[in-house]
């Protein structure tokens, strides 16, 4: 099975004060299987970045099947799944929240991490 790469990127010019030199992608299409990297209120396109990356690997927000939010603090918690809440509503996702000391920026506060099914029968 060939697995399609979606915006490819090296971390030496995304972070360029960690020092690091690492080849990474914003999404992987593996079969029928869309898995995004984590999310954060960093702007791919003054867009949206859940959805334009489901949208790039041919999904959508109703296909999401798996999602995990990372908080830096737990009082950012009901503000975020307001609006995780709103974005998704009738698409049930499996949902697993988690308290973090950290993201990679001191500035990030929210990280959100998607998997998606395409294809297949919702319900």
């Given at each position: 099975m060939t697995h399609r790469r979606?915006?490819?990127f090296n971390?030496?010019?995304t972070y360029p004060e960690q020092a690091l030199d690492n080849?990474?992608?914003q999404a992987v299409v593996a079969g029928d299987t869309v898995y995004l990297r984590g999310q954060v209120a960093q702007d791919l396109d003054?867009?949206?970045n859940v959805a334009v990356l489901l949208s790039e690997a041919g999904a959508e927000l109703a296909d999401i099947c798996k999602c995990t939010v990372y908080l830096t603090d737990v009082r950012h918690r009901e503000a975020v799944y307001r609006v995780l809440g709103e974005r998704l509503r009738g698409v049930f996702?499996?949902?697993?929240g988690v308290v973090v000391v950290a993201l990679a920026r001191p500035e990030w506060v929210v990280e959100v991490d998607v998997t998606a099914v395409t294809g297949g029968a919702r319900g």
């Amino acid at each position: 099975m060939t697995h399609r790469r979606i915006r490819p990127f090296n971390t030496r010019d995304t972070y360029p004060e960690q020092a690091l030199d690492n080849d990474l992608c914003q999404a992987v299409v593996a079969g029928d299987t869309v898995y995004l990297r984590g999310q954060v209120a960093q702007d791919l396109d003054t867009r949206e970045n859940v959805a334009v990356l489901l949208s790039e690997a041919g999904a959508e927000l109703a296909d999401i099947c798996k999602c995990t939010v990372y908080l830096t603090d737990v009082r950012h918690r009901e503000a975020v799944y307001r609006v995780l809440g709103e974005r998704l509503r009738g698409v049930f996702p499996a949902f697993t929240g988690v308290v973090v000391v950290a993201l990679a920026r001191p500035e990030w506060v929210v990280e959100v991490d998607v998997t998606a099914v395409t294809g297949g029968a919702r319900g």
